[in-house]
């Protein structure tokens, strides 16, 4: 029995010394995803995405820095969908100061687990607006749709525009409303952002049970969040995010490209470009660079419209208001057809993406950058161009045709020519003697066709 006791000494110093060899697991992390901007289909991506790596990896939580003018409908409803089935908490933090969780930036706020802002920021104005169409955030249930057909037969006067604002409206606020009543939040404030476009500040928001938490940064973020409970999908959950670490997710590059190419200027853009570059191509071919240019500037934009809200109509203006304008600088009009081009095409800028959302919409300094541009190519680089192509051939040997030369020799009916300072093989049909004036009427290969000057003159 005496030998035990210096052995589990001797094993206990050998398992301290092990053990502090031993690498220190990494400290759980949060983490953390920008949405800056107008919320789109690349937006939409990279939140999707993340929120569900998410499940997989486990952070300890997922939090949104937000600052938005809205979006789209569809972006939207993905990102509340992945948000709402997330086992993981989502927390939104409306920040920097004088940031702002605007129209699509509210209803994301109103289905996180937790919704913070900054001093200095505001939310609302969620008002619903049609893109396209009936874009509604929500699908009507079969209840609603009872009721809705209901009340307009009894307001069978009113207009059916009137029917299909009122129908959006009532299922903008029904999804609102089920947003605030999951989360327990303020469920009349949220139908007064929908039906009146309301709006809070940060303290207004807290003080009316919109949102849980004002700080100032993160760490004061991550400080409020520490012990706080909450149920994620009917689980208990408490925070303990004190000197909790966070990891930066940022967009890979396909999801950067999407939503570089679905920003309006950009797709905008993209078209113009690739339609200049199939006209010059058309009008002026050379190695094929314009025409290639265009048609893959062409097929991106046609990619980024089928991602984005625009009009059949504007597109239609913006291609007539080309081709006037091509029109006047094939055959000048004295500005009929470009005046009228230019109007098509501002009319179509302007219309091209259907949605009131600013940050869906092309900019003015860029469309009345690109129309004055668009004029000018058309009326002038296009008149070069048609003028080249009509006049006569200076180089190769088309250009020698009509030329005058002296016969060398006799030709009956072959024989050589000096033409441009140049000996050449020539026949002809008629005798021609030596150092009589000819001229050129065919190249045949190496072969001069003439005839004597005379007789042309003649």
């Known amino acids: 029995m005496s030998w035990r006791g210096p052995l589990l000494l001797l094993v206990l110093l050998l398992w301290l010394g092990l053990g502090a060899g031993l690498p220190v697991l990494a400290q759980e992390s949060y983490w953390q995803l920008d949405v800056k901007g107008g919320i789109g289909p690349g937006t939409s991506d990279f939140i999707v995405t993340e929120l569900n790596q998410a499940q997989v990896d486990k952070p300890a939580f997922v939090l949104l820095t937000m600052d938005t003018p809205g979006g789209l409908y569809s972006a939207t409803r993905d990102i509340n969908t992945a948000i709402l089935e997330s086992r993981i908490p989502v927390v939104v933090y409306v920040s920097p100061g004088g940031a702002r969780a605007a129209s699509a930036g509210t209803y994301i706020l109103y289905a996180s687990h937790v919704a913070a802002m900054a001093p200095g920021t505001h939310l609302g104005a969620a008002t619903p607006v049609q893109i396209g169409g009936p874009t509604l955030p929500g699908t009507p249930t079969e209840k609603d749709q009872s009721k809705e057909k209901e009340a307009d037969k009894q307001e069978i006067s009113r207009p059916e525009g009137s029917a299909m604002e009122r129908k959006t409206m009532n299922d903008a606020i029904a999804y609102i409303r089920s947003l605030a009543q999951l989360r327990e939040r303020n469920a009349d404030w949220a139908e007064l952002a929908v039906r009146d476009a309301a709006t809070l500040t940060a303290t207004e928001a807290l003080e009316q049970n919109v949102i849980e938490l004002i700080a100032d940064d993160i ?70 660079v314009a025409g290639v240019t265009g048609a893959i500037c062409l097929m991106l934009a046609l990619l980024a419209l089928q991602m984005l809200p625009f009009s059949t109509a504007g597109l239609a203006l913006l291609g007539l208001g080309l081709a006037l304008m091509v029109a006047e600088g094939l055959s000048p009009s004295f500005g009929i057809l470009g005046g009228g081009g230019l109007v098509a095409f501002v009319i179509g800028s302007v219309l091209l993406f259907d949605t009131p959302d600013q940050a869906f919409r092309v900019a003015w300094p860029f469309i009345a950058a690109f129309a004055l541009f668009s004029l000018s190519l058309f009326i002038v680089v296009i008149r070069l161009i048609v003028k080249q192509r009509r006049s006569a051939p200076v180089s190769g040997s088309i250009a020698m045709v009509g030329e005058q030369g002296i016969a060398l020799t006799a030709i009956a009916p072959t024989g050589t020519v000096m033409v441009q300072g140049e000996r050449w093989q020539a026949c002809s049909q008629h005798p021609i003697d030596a150092r009589q004036p000819v001229v050129v009427l065919a190249v045949e290969d190496l072969t001069l066709n003439v005839a004597p000057a005379k007789e042309t003159q003649a």
């Open 219 to 288: 760490p004061a973020l991550l400080q409020s969040l520490d012990g706080r409970e909450l149920l994620v999908h009917g689980s208990p959950y408490t925070f303990a995010s004190t000197g909790l670490q966070g990891e930066l997710r940022e967009p890979d590059w396909r999801q950067r490209f999407i939503i570089t190419i679905s920003n309006p200027n950009i797709a905008y853009l993209l078209m113009l470009v690739g339609m200049y570059g199939l006209l010059l191509e058309f009008y002026s071919p050379g190695f094929g």
